[in-house]
């Protein structure tokens, strides 16, 4: 199942880019790529897991450790539909 956790910046500031720099996947959890954004979000992590509890555990690691507020969207493949 693919996510895309949003990042908002209420932390850490340079510390949490520099740990988004060097995110490493736990296992069961495939990182596709980590972005950093303008505007509303200063990041955007893009990511598989194969259940919505493990890929729970993975975002509160990151919030926990960036100190940011994450919003975490289930995604689905438009062709898939």
Known sequence: ???MSLLSPIGKGKEAIAYLKKLKAPRGITIHDVYVTFGTYDGV???EAP???KAMRFVVDIGIETGYLIETLGAVPAKEI
Do not use: Y
Request: charged letters at 20%; aromatic letters at 22%; glycine letters at 0%.
């Open 45 to 47: 992590v893009v990511f």
């Open 51 to 53: 259940d919505p509890k």
């Open 1 to 3: 199942m693919l996510f």
